[in-house]
């Protein structure tokens, strides 16, 4: 028997969201958030308060633009990352659809795993169309080109990645819209945590808010890794002087990174195990 | 496990919570059997389909299918499916649906194309094969879900409530599929309410009751399945003495006498044997028992809705 089960998963899960229209709809929506940050550019970089700044200045601003842009982009993944695959899992087995694709001669861990790598290159295509259509449009719009994207990119697909296995690891046992709403409080978790940590560290000098933070950031680690993508993005200037949602004053250690794959495999291991128990 | 058994199950049992679905459930199904698998809502059919199928976790007790396991994956590429009301990514046309069933079991491109012209055809899809699915009637659904089920040419097809939702025309083409299975060869494990077509193309039946096996009947030779109505003078003990000898479960009530036998051919004898001890023969009657008053019969009263 040929291994088929994870591409031949991936394929119909691939055409499936395409012919839903569940591409279309998120590149339409990310691609009308590019065009609105191109406009903005044009316009605000022809200014003359931006035109007549210093040249470090005016480089600091459209750096600070950018990662505004990217944030905004940040929160687009986060949610595609909750609602694309929400009901892929609970979805099918709620149907009865899963049962006849159970019953083929294909590992129950090819259903999951084909369906994770499917939405995970959605995601990552989503991330880089948006990413680049923010970058390009400075660059095109600014004449500012923003360094290290693909470090930063590639951590914001791994903050992605994170939520998509939460999504994968509640699809099993919970309902549709209880999956949703796990999905969406595990990363809300993680922002809230992510800011006491700041805050705390800023104003308050506080160690025992860099300890909330730590601890928020194991259990759920996806706001962790975009703050490490901000710290890459920014100038080493920014953190240093600035309290702002597109600054990363208390930068995770590099270890996070490890972390959060570790966790994004047991995550997917957790899914890949219950559903393999799961009665069909 | 006897060499011609594709399906042995031994003492099967599955329980959610306090409730028992299925309780020791033991059969046998023969290859190239059409095998039946009746009982009211309730009664545990689609869970033993499902235990069956590796979807579901036995409680207790064994079972081999095709010689394997159950839910090993090797067997289930040898095993098709039609679950009730199905249902696939309504996106998909006919085809794309089989091509992705195709591809599921592992099989050749060229191969799954040859099957899904042939399947289409079959199950008088051809028309519709590049329609999407959302497109569908429940009918077309069903019968798409009839062609996946078939796609590998399995050894073993279990059929859930395979003509729910089709026309009589429908219901006819779901009948010729599985006579046509049967003559191939292959063992058919059939779930049905319509116990016209079980009968019409079952070889033998089980029924199910509170997920209990409670009764088998061989459709093929139905053995003493022929009730004989005698009308008679009189009924004493010698005469029904003496009728035993044609047949079973003789008894009387007043002037009518009935048993059960085999065949029609005893009919002449009995009236022979009655002419020769004296007695006045009125009227003699039979009739073969139907599937749906041996249910009725099985299942008793207890289990009728309201």
Known sequence: MRPYGVSVVARLTLLEARRRRITLAALAGGLACVLIFAVSVHLIAGTAAMRDAPLVVHRLQLQMLTIAGLYAVNFLIVAAAVLLPVDTLSGEIASGVMQTLAAKPVPRSSIVLGKFLAYWIMLAVYLAVLVLGVVLSMRLFGGFAQPHVPAAMALMLLEATVLLSIVFAGGVHLSTVANGVVGFAFYAVAFIGGWIEQIGVVAMRSVDARYIGTVISLASPADAVWRLALHVLEPPVMSQVLLTPFSAVSVPTPAMVWWTVAFVIAALSFAVVQFGRRAL | ?306
Not at chain 2, 212 to 225: N, S
Request: aromatic content about 6%.
């Open chain 2, 1 to 306: 496990m006897h060499p011609a058994a594709v399906i042995e199950t031994f003492g099967l049992r599955k329980q959610f919570g306090r409730t028992v679905a299925v309780e020791d459930l033991t059969v046998e199904i023969r290859s190239g059997e059409v095998f039946g698998f009746l009982g009211p809502n309730g009664a545990g059919k689609t869970t033993s389909i499902k235990m069956l199928l590796g979807l579901l976790a036995p409680t207790s007790g064994e079972a081999r299918v095709l010689g394997a396991r159950l839910g090993e994956r090797a067997a289930r590429g040898r095993i098709g499916f039609l679950p009730e009301h199905f249902r696939f990514h309504d996106c998909l046309t006919a085809r794309e649906l089989l091509r992705v069933h195709g591809r599921l079991y592992g099989l050749e491109r060229r191969r799954i194309e040859r099957r899904i012209d042939a399947l289409l055809e079959r199950v008088d899809l051809q028309d519709a094969a590049d329609r999407r699915l959302a497109e569908f009637s429940k009918g077309m659904l069903q019968r798409a879900g009839l062609a996946q089920a078939l796609i590998a040419e399995p050894e073993l097809v279990f059929l859930d409530e395979p003509t729910s939702g089709l026309d009589p025309l429908g219901r006819v083409l779901v009948r010729d599929v599985i006579r046509e299975l049967r003559e191939q060869g292959t063992t058919v494990f059939l779930n049905s309410h319509l116990l016209g077509e079980v009968e019409a193309t079952c070889d033998r039946v089980v029924l199910l009751k509170q997920g209990r096996l409670v009764r088998e009947l061989p459709l093929q030779d139905r053995g003493a399945a022929l009730e004989i109505e005698l009308k008679i003078d009189r009924s004493d003990a010698q005469v029904l003495e003496g009728l035993r000898s044609f047949g079973e479960e003789v008894r009387a009530s007043g002037e009518l006498v009935r048993l059960r036998a085999s065949s029609d051919e005893v009919i002449p004898h009995i009236a022979r044997w009655l002419v020769s001890q004296g007695v006045a023969i009125y009227a003699i009657g039979s009739r073969r028992k139907s599937l749906e008053e041996w249910f009725m019969e099985a299942v008793g009263d207890d289990q009728r809705p309201g």
